[in-house]
């Protein structure tokens, strides 16, 4: 098991996992922004050149009522860009409350001393709910997670409503359903072409309606799809595009490759995987859960050769008098940690007067004669309490440490 030189708390290795923490908030944070400073541009042109339009006509000659329904017109449409920046304000109000929320819990941990306080137990049993609430929104269970996540009062510490639009997206695409996923992706599309993200989901899910399109027979309204939507994308997608015109001469049940392929129904869920896949990492986004990591690094550092062994503990063998305290060589985790890398350890501890048996396994002296003799073996004969197998004592040697 792992060595404990110091009680001192390094809170820049706890802080690694919690990067998207403050990654989201800003990104989303940026997004708004975005989406402010396009609609305030769109519509501040149109105002412009309705009132410039407006003014002329007045002046050549229009009637005073022609002239009010025009100003009617752009006080309408200034009312509704109000509204929708009073929307977004909200949105970003909320966001800049997350993200002060999440830099004051970051902050108490560089507030605990050691490791022994008590704040630390508390700020670490806060990051676990943290994590089984990113776990269950992983998984779909979205209700479970807003449950937890009220209870132990951390809503501003998650991103519920991110995780949840998610996988109503991904769970559409599961059920033959592209309409959301593409305003997403028109919704986020300077984004993603900032990120280059390849392959390009917005060109999968046309390709996907084209196929639709082929399946139900419509092959001139899936001529028509393509040049509409697909032609766009010849510079970057010019493979699939040419592979996806060959379609037309195929039917849906043709058992000729890539055509099979394409018109398999498990495309659907390759789009699903795919938009998860992009959703991720356009908000910097794990791909796997933040528990699965925190759990595989504490498990590593637990781990020794030994915990593998068919005499890990008394569980595993019936003659063993020894019982493991080791979490690893649990039944529970035991198989969980099997692949997982090793501790580096920088130091080892062994017992007083070591010696080796037979067997190559190591032990104190004075441990080893006191758990024989209490087994009740004969004078000159010492029992491996891990293995159960018995030796003459004249066998064992003495270990000597350089």
Not at 347 to 358: A, F, M, W
Request: proline share 4%.
């Amino acid at each position: 098991m792992a060595e404990f030189t110091t009680t001192k708390l390094n809170a820049e290795s706890h802080l690694l996992l919690d990067q998207p923490l403050l990654r989201l908030p800003h990104e989303l944070s940026r997004r708004n922004f975005k989406t402010v400073q396009k609609n305030f541009e769109h519509d501040r042109g149109i105002v412009l050149t309705s009132l410039k339009l407006t003014a002329n006509a007045s002046l050549a000659g229009n009637t005073p009522s022609e002239t009010l329904d025009a100003l009617d017109i752009m006080i309408s449409r200034m009312q509704g860009l109000k509204r929708k920046m009073e929307a977004l304000h909200q949105e970003e109000k909320l966001l800049h409350q997350h993200s002060k929320k999440r830099l004051q819990h970051l902050q108490d941990l560089y507030e605990i001393p050691s490791l022994a306080d008590v704040k630390y137990d508390e700020w670490s049993r806060l990051r676990l709910n943290r994590l089984l609430v990113d776990y269950l929104l992983r998984c779909g269970y979205g209700e479970s997670a807003r449950a937890l996540a009220k209870e132990k009062n951390i809503e501003d510490l998650v991103d519920l409503d991110v995780f949840i639009q998610c996988h109503k997206i991904e769970e559409s695409l599961k059920n033959r359903q592209t309409q959301e996923c593409l305003l997403w992706c028109i919704e986020n599309r300077p984004m993603m072409r900032k990120a280059a993200t390849h392959p390009n989901l917005e060109f999968e899910l046309r390709l996907q309606q084209y196929i639709e399109l082929r399946r139900d027979g419509q092959l001139l309204e899936a001529r028509q799809h393509a040049q509409k939507h697909m032609v766009a994308h010849q510079y970057t997608q010019s493979t699939e595009i040419l592979r996806a015109a060959g379609i037309l001469a195929y039917p849906p049940d043709t058992q000729t490759e890539p055509y099979k392929t394409m018109y398999s129904q498990s495309r659907w869920d390759s789009l699903a995987a795919l938009f998860v896949k992009t959703h991720h990492e356009l908000f910097y986004l794990p791909a796997r859960p933040l528990l699965h990591i925190a759990l595989s690094a504490g498990l590593s550092a637990l781990k020794t050769p030994s915990c593998h062994s068919v005499y890990a503990s008394s569980s595993s063998n019936a003659s063993s008098s020894t019982t493991s305290v080791c979490p690893i060589c649990s039944t529970e985790l035991n198989e969980l940690a099997r692949n997982l890398p090793y501790a580096h350890h920088t130091k080892s501890y062994v017992e007083n007067d070591p010696v080796v048996l037979p067997n190559g396994r190591i032990y104190g002296r004075d441990r080893l004669m006191q758990m024989s003799a209490k087994a009740g073996l004969d004078e000159g004969e010492v029992k491996d309490p891990t293995t159960g197998d018995i030796f003459d004592e004249s066998k064992v040697r003495k270990v000597y440490i350089s």
